[in-house]
């Protein structure tokens, strides 16, 4: 099946490039058309390099945590970790957008509409530039007021502003490597940013033991690692974007904005922006009610989470999978292979984080003995660990399901269901709980009470959305 306008998206192009446009749906090495072929085996290729992608990027975290709760001390620890809600509540404003743009180009390449999915690939590069620069601006200036928010301990609180301000600072490396692999990842290419991610995770593990140990810069010095090894994975995916000779590769006459384009990403992307930044502004209200418990509390919950983040590594990675599964035969009008992919993804989630998070339930003071080994810090990690991990299994419904329906287009259910669930009833529970009892235990539920209302109603909403008939109309 020819692309749909190739000749004029290549009229332009020298006869070697032209020849090897014309030659790129039948090349396998770097993209992966999921239209045709075994689901399973699909799903697994694809989601096993995103998984270590995703272990190599919470690596830059946890091995930030891990040297600063050893080499620096508690407060340290604390400072790091309690601020991931603060930053993905900015973040999170643009990972919505990478994420609607790989829909829209994962659609172009399934419909083999080779000019627009060119324009897609450009509007999103150029856009990417002009909200980093304005994003990170953003962030220098409201570091304070989030540290504030999340009720930070006096002790905390100055080096968690430090850590925010430079996090800030080098955001556009980490925006770019997003849309980066979020283009390669939506014509079917997950292996080369992973092997980008494992190079940059190394280095930054590196530049964490160099600075804090050798040249102890605190805090700071993990700042200054992290965005470091941010720009270089940057770097490797322009490379490959500006080099490779595929139908997605960059043109710097072609760095243009199509407004036709942009809406639509904006239609599809601006949905899950919303909900990320929302859902993230509301975490940092829920570590402003775990950080009234002290600083322990705010050390034993930053390590509780580091450790649990891997557990839902796998489910985030099939959910990411489904995504440009259902995107690809959504272009392409084959829907009994989307029904069939969405129960073969609940399935592997579900057996794989069942599995994680007994092994985490058993060794769980081993485990939060690696970040810091104070007993207070001890005991809240142990007890956050325990207590939610075992309930990381109702992530899967959410996971999958929002995935597929983000595939098919439908961004704005997954957006207002997870609102509801992430951010007002959540927050109502976490109220409700407070001003009933003084005790950590029904606050440390927060989390997984946000989930299981997501995965309820976004299950309900799945099976009787008639998106089958959408699709075929």
Request: glycine share 8%; proline share 4%.
């Amino acid at each position: 099946m020819p692309f749909k306008g190739q000749q004029s998206a290549a009229s332009s192009l020298p006869d070697e490039e032209k020849k090897q446009e014309r030659e790129a749906p039948s090349r396998k090495k770097t993209v992966r058309d999921m239209t045709e072929g075994p689901i399973a085996k699909h799903l697994v290729l694809f989601a096993l390099p995103l998984l270590g992608g995703y272990i190599f990027q919470q690596l830059y975290n946890t091995v930030d945590s891990i040297v600063v709760g050893n080499f620096v001390g508690a407060n340290a620890l604390g400072a790091v970790t309690s601020n991931m809600p603060a930053i993905n509540t900015l973040v999170g404003m643009y990972m919505g957008f990478s994420s609607g743009a790989s829909v829209v180009i994962s659609q172009f390449f399934g419909a083999r509409d080779i000019k627009r999915l060119r324009q897609a690939v450009h509007t999103s590069m150029i856009t990417t530039l002009l909200l980093g620069i304005a994003m990170s601006i953003l962030g220098v200036l409201i570091s304070p007021a989030l540290v504030r928010l999340m009720n930070a301990p006096p002790e905390v609180a100055p080096e968690a502003i430090v850590y925010l301000r430079i996090y800030f600072s080098g955001l556009l490396g980490l925006m770019f490597y997003n849309m980066g692999s979020a283009i390669l990842r939506a014509v079917g290419d997950s292996r080369r940013p992973l092997y980008f991610l494992i190079f940059s995770s190394i280095t930054n593990i590196v530049l964490d033991l160099l600075f804090v140990i050798a040249f102890g810069m605190g805090v700071a010095g993990v700042a200054y690692a992290t965005i470091i090894s941010q720009f270089l994975s940057c770097i490797l995916v322009f490379a490959v974007l500006f080099r490779g000779q595929d139908v997605y590769r960059l043109s710097l006459k072609e760095m243009v904005i199509s407004p036709d384009i942009l809406r639509k990403i904006t239609y599809i992307g601006l949905p899950a922006s919303i909900q990320m930044m929302l859902t993230s502004f509301s975490n940092v209200f829920v570590q402003g009610y775990i950080n009234r418990f002290g600083a322990a509390s705010t050390s034993g919950w930053g390590a509780y989470q580091r450790i649990d983040a891997f557990t839902i590594l796998p489910v985030m990675s099939i959910g990411l999978a489904i995504t440009t599964f259902v995107g690809q035969n959504a272009g392409a009008k084959k829907p009994e292979r989307i029904r069939s992919a969405v129960t073969i993804a609940l399935r592997m989630s579900l057996a794989v984080t069942v599995f994680i998070s007994t092994c985490l339930f058993i060794l769980a003071p081993q485990a939060i003995g690696l970040f810091n080994r104070e007993p207070d810090v001890l005991y809240f990690g142990t007890l956050f660990l325990r207590m939610i991990g075992p309930l990381d299994f109702v992530v899967c419904m959410n996971q999958v399901y929002s995935g597929a329906l983000r595939g098919l287009g439908d961004t704005r259910a997954p957006m207002l269901i997870m609102l509801f669930s992430f951010v007002v009833s959540r927050q109502i529970y976490l109220f409700i709980a407070s001003h009933l009892t003084a005790s950590i235990y029904p606050i440390a539920l927060g989390y997984p009470f946000g989930w299981l209302v997501c995965s309820i109603i976004l299950t309900v909403y799945y099976r009787r959305s008639g998106w089958e008939k959408r699709l075929l109309s």
